[in-house]
């Protein structure tokens, strides 16, 4: 590695004055309240989990696709066989001294064996004074949550939350950590506020994202990203909606072109029993380097529930994201989550596909044939929304002169079996049919499989 180890800024973000400030603020509120019995309301909890996955991969890896692993920039990057042990494991405690106030505390270690890709492989803005790592399978010993949290601050429904924070809305494709990785993927350092009045709620916040970096510990290393978010619930009846926005500042932008961006939109859904419906539009603006942001993404699903003690689901749907049609003018086209999952159920179990420049033509099908077991199975045709852009999970590129956009045909199966109160089972299995994108460019003549077999054992002092 070159510069990734030298020269590091480290970014502790302003958070002390803040946390003084919001206890000076909240004593004055916690004063003019009624005590509870702190004996009775005092409550302290140890708990965690630990996560071990076997992955199974052939004819693709994270960094290439094909049987000779070839990227983009056509270097060897690892095998496409790779049989990887994960590990990932978070441990820490809760402590609530009475029914406003919250501390947590919460280290958490991802480690990966017999892979042939390593921590540098994901090395992003490689050989510049930003260049940092953002690893898909390890990140040793940091903090997962840290913060405290002091509900009916100045308000009877309003909470306020200091510190460490993983934060997750709606869906996923937003505002999400990202856990399905052996590396949990945004985890903020921020101040944040939420106002609920019964099942509606807004919430907003500010902080920045750490960096994942397995040789550096994420509060002293430099930051990645600075944001603002904001995202909202309204339901009555059936219907429901969520608005939200958010501001996204890339902090590594020294030599490497830097991105500022701005995200709105709004989700809608119902999930009840009977006909169903998810629908998300976003759109993002701002400046990325030299260019101007225009772009934009939707998600339009529809289905049925059926009334039945198997809750049979089944979905059609198509998602979409914007590409960059003239890479040569100053508007860039691509779409791309401020601060959503990149992997997990959203886009494939492949984990081959991006909210980036990509149209995901899917359908469902999930039940419970028993109480403790579920399945689902899925099938996704992927294609590139524009065929002058890039397939972003890769960087790969059509040659001059072709415009193929059918990346593939991918087929889905998930169980998940509920064996105990404290351990549950997961195994996948997809498969995918290149289309004529891989085959036609030469990236690579094969298909493509991969299997997960996980467990996951939660333990809690709680009774």
Same mark, same amino acid.
């Given at each position: 590695?070159?510069?990734?180890?030298?020269?590091?800024?480290?970014?502790?973000?302003?958070?002390?004055?803040?946390?003084?400030?919001?206890?000076?603020?909240?004593?004055?509120?916690?004063?003019?309240?009624?005590?509870?019995?702190?004996?009775?309301?005092?409550?302290?909890?140890?708990?965690?989990?630990?996560?071990?996955?076997?992955?199974?991969?052939? $004819?693709?890896?994270?960094?290439? =696709? +094909? *049987?000779?692993? /070839?990227? %983009?920039? !056509?270097?060897?990057?690892?095998?496409?066989?790779?049989?990887?042990?994960?590990?990932?494991?978070?441990?820490?405690?809760?402590?609530?001294?009475?029914?406003?106030?919250?501390?947590?505390?919460?280290?958490?270690?991802?480690?990966?064996?017999?892979?042939?890709?390593?921590?540098?492989?994901?090395?992003?803005?490689?050989?510049?004074?930003?260049?940092?790592?953002?690893?898909?399978?390890?990140?040793?010993?940091?903090?997962?949550?840290?913060?405290?949290?002091?509900?009916?601050?100045?308000?009877?429904?309003?909470?306020?939350?200091? $510190?460490?924070?993983?934060?997750? =809305? +709606? *869906?996923?494709? /937003?505002? %999400?950590? !990202?856990?399905?990785?052996?590396?949990?993927?945004?985890?903020?350092?921020?101040?944040?506020?939420?106002?609920?009045?019964?099942?509606?709620?807004?919430?907003?916040?500010?902080?920045?994202?750490?960096?994942?970096?397995?040789?550096?510990?994420?509060?002293?290393?430099?930051?990645?990203?600075?944001?603002?978010?904001?995202?909202?619930?309204?339901?009555?009846?059936?219907?429901?909606?969520?608005?939200?926005?958010?501001?996204?500042?890339?902090?590594?932008?020294?030599?490497?072109?830097?991105?500022?961006?701005?995200?709105?939109?709004?989700?809608?859904?119902?999930?009840?029993? +009977?006909?169903?419906?998810?629908?998300?539009?976003?759109?993002?603006?701002?400046?990325?380097?030299?260019?101007?942001?225009?772009?934009?993404?939707?998600?339009?699903?529809?289905?049925?529930?059926?009334?039945?003690?198997?809750?049979?689901?089944?979905?059609?749907?198509?998602?979409?994201?914007?590409?960059?049609?003239?890479?040569?003018?100053?508007?860039?086209?691509?779409?791309?989550?401020?601060?959503?999952?990149?992997?997990?159920?959203?886009?494939?179990?492949?984990?081959?596909?991006?909210?980036?420049?990509?149209?995901?033509?899917?359908?469902?099908?999930?039940?419970?044939?028993?109480?403790?077991?579920?399945?689902?199975?899925?099938?996704?045709?992927?294609?590139?929304?524009?065929?002058?852009?890039?397939?972003?999970?890769?960087?790969?590129?059509?040659?001059?002169?072709?415009?193929?956009?059918?990346?593939?045909?991918?087929?889905?199966?998930?169980?998940?079996?509920?064996?105990?109160?404290?351990?549950?089972?997961?195994?996948?299995?997809?498969?995918?049919?290149?289309?004529?994108?891989?085959?036609?460019?030469?990236?690579?003549?094969?298909?493509?499989?991969?299997?997960?077999?996980?467990?996951?054992?939660?333990?809690?002092?709680?009774?």
């Amino acid at each position: 590695m070159n510069n990734i180890h030298k020269n590091r800024s480290h970014t502790i973000s302003n958070f002390s004055n803040i946390f003084l400030l919001s206890l000076t603020l909240s004593g004055a509120s916690f004063a003019d309240t009624e005590m509870p019995n702190y004996k009775e309301k005092e409550k302290l909890i140890f708990d965690g989990y630990y996560r071990g996955r076997v992955d199974i991969y052939n $004819g693709v890896n994270k960094v290439a =696709y +094909g *049987d000779a692993a /070839i990227d %983009a920039k !056509g270097n060897i990057r690892g095998v496409s066989n790779d049989v990887i042990y994960l590990h990932q494991i978070s441990a820490g405690f809760t402590y609530t001294p009475n029914d406003e106030w919250e501390i947590k505390a919460y280290i958490y270690d991802a480690r990966s064996w017999f892979s042939d890709l390593q921590p540098e492989d994901f090395i992003k803005n490689a050989g510049t004074k930003d260049e940092y790592l953002a690893s898909y399978y390890d990140e040793h010993l940091d903090v997962h949550e840290a913060y405290v949290q002091k509900s009916k601050f100045l308000l009877d429904n309003l909470t306020f939350t200091l $510190g460490r924070q993983q934060l997750q =809305y +709606g *869906d996923s494709r /937003i505002f %999400a950590p !990202g856990v399905w990785g052996n590396t949990i993927g945004y985890l903020w350092d921020a101040a944040h506020f939420s106002y609920k009045q019964d099942k509606n709620f807004l919430d907003a916040w500010y902080g920045q994202t750490r960096t994942i970096d397995p040789y550096e510990f994420s509060l002293t290393n430099k930051h990645l990203y600075q944001g603002v978010g904001v995202y909202s619930h309204y339901e009555k009846s059936a219907f429901k909606i969520e608005p939200f926005f958010a501001y996204k500042d890339l902090l590594y932008d020294t030599t490497a072109p830097g991105e500022l961006s701005y995200h709105y939109g709004a989700r809608t859904y119902d999930s009840s029993v +009977g006909f169903i419906y998810d629908a998300t539009y976003t759109k993002t603006v701002g400046i990325s380097g030299k260019n101007a942001i225009d772009a934009y993404a939707y998600v339009a699903k529809i289905g049925y529930q059926f009334d039945t003690p198997y809750k049979t689901q089944f979905t059609i749907g198509k998602l979409y994201a914007s590409g960059d049609s003239d890479s040569s003018d100053n508007v860039k086209q691509t779409y791309s989550s401020p601060f959503g999952s990149m992997t997990g159920p959203n886009y494939g179990r492949m984990d081959i596909m991006i909210w980036s420049n990509m149209k995901d033509y899917q359908s469902m099908l999930s039940f419970n044939p028993t109480k403790d077991l579920f399945i689902k199975a899925a099938f996704h045709r992927f294609e590139l929304a524009d065929a002058n852009d890039k397939w972003y999970t890769f960087g790969y590129a059509n040659k001059p002169g072709n415009s193929y956009t059918h990346i593939g045909d991918e087929y889905d199966l998930t169980m998940k079996y509920k064996a105990s109160k404290n351990l549950d089972l997961t195994a996948i299995a997809t498969y995918l049919n290149a289309g004529d994108f891989i085959t036609k460019n030469e990236i690579a003549q094969n298909d493509a499989t991969k299997f997960f077999l996980q467990f996951k054992y939660k333990f809690s002092t709680k009774e």
